[in-house]
């Protein structure tokens, strides 16, 4: 799907795709870096457009990835060495201190 003109979809979609293999940015690190406090925005434009993005390397605050994408997530972070905290159910997160971006 095409990026539509808009300029936060845009500048969104542009800081995602700056986003090093093995790294990830959570939603609200993404609005930030666009100067945005607008995380459910970005959320949005990721569900919308980021299909043809590097979706995976945005996670949620807590450094779970997007909701009903774990097990396709778990794949490109075990391809990319992005490191991952396990619970004791077998529950999965990204490490934030790790791998969180800074742009």
Known sequence: MATPPDDFISRALDV??????????????????????????????MSHYGSDASWWRVVRASGHPAIHHEQRALEHYRAEGTPLTWSRDGVFRVNLSQARHTP
Not at 20 to 44: F, L, N
């Open 16 to 45: 995602v795709e700056s986003i090093p293999p093995g790294s990830v940015m959570t939603y609200g690190d993404v609005a930030a870096a666009i100067g945005s406090r607008a995380a459910r925005a970005v959320g949005q434009v």
